[in-house]
Nanobody, 124 residues
Framework: QVRLVESGGGLVQAGGSLRLSCAASRRTFSTYSMGWFRQAPGKEREFVAALSWSGDNTAYADSVKGRFTISRDNTKKTVYLQMNSLKTENTTVYYC?????????????????WGQGTQVTVSS
């Protein structure tokens, strides 16, 4: 079992930046691919970004390419999502997730473990 705890969400003005963090509980964190997803009320969970266990491979949703960056620090067992040039439509709850699938995968069904989510609110 892997426990994931997100932090870093909050309120920011459009055009601003936030960095989300996701801390993992397992020493084997470095063997997991990690992903960030988001989900608005009444909508399906949406892929945002993902990173392979080694950090060599990344994947981004088209809507965030060039604005968001995913990274990880295996020594701290933490994955980050740097979000720049935020837009009001980015307002929602963001979740981090972990899985054993290499790739990294962009489908939420491939992920085994999920955090509780952190709210991001972008005001106009």
């Amino acid at each position: 079992q892997v426990r994931l705890v997100e932090s870093g969400g909050g309120l920011v003005q459009a055009g601003g930046s936030l960095r989300l963090s996701c801390a993992a509980s397992r020493r084997t964190f470095s063997t997991y691919s990690m992903g960030w997803f988001r989900q608005a009320p009444g909508k399906e969970r949406e892929f945002v970004a993902a990173l392979s266990w080694s950090g060599d491979n990344t994947a981004y949703a088209d809507s965030v390419k060039g604005r968001f960056t995913i990274s990880r620090d295996n020594t701290k067992k933490t994955v980050y999502l740097q979000m720049n040039s935020l837009k009001t439509e980015n307002t929602t709850v963001y979740y981090c997730a972990a899985c054993f699938v290499r790739g990294p995968p962009t489908n939420s069904y491939d992920y085994n473990y999920w955090g509780q989510g952190t709210q991001v609110t972008v005001s106009s």
